[in-house]
């Protein structure tokens, strides 16, 4: 299960949705805006710039991992743990029943 967030999801929305208000209307101020909403909303500057930054990959207008494919990607590699647990029980129990087939009969 996930931690809980820090940041309610309405806040984050609102913030991403007031940084990329201000960048379209002065694009050359960007380390200014992600400080000024910050202190606004009470958000590290920081943690505004890496949400506003999944924000634009998860739109398209950026290259990196969606939200989405990350998800994926937890998933399937938890599913690949599990399938790799379960291969080598399979090979433990087929050597030991291999072994059992193996002895003399009394």
Do not use: C, H
């Not at 299960?1 to 002065?26: F, G, H, N, T």
């Amino acid at each position: 299960m996930a931690a809980p967030r820090k940041y309610p999801d309405e806040l984050r929305e609102r913030a991403i949705r007031m940084v990329l208000d201000l960048l379209e209307e002065d694009p050359g101020s960007q380390r200014g805006v992600f400080r000024r909403v910050g202190d606004q909303l009470g958000v590290n500057p920081e943690t505004l710039r890496g949400w506003v930054r999944q924000s634009q990959i998860d739109a398209g207008s950026r290259p990196g991992t969606t939200t989405d494919d990350a998800q994926k990607l937890v998933e399937l590699e938890k599913e690949v743990r599990e399938l790799r647990r379960a291969n080598a029980i399979l090979r433990s129990a087929s050597a030991f029943f291999a072994a059992e087939l193996d002895r003399p009969s009394r």
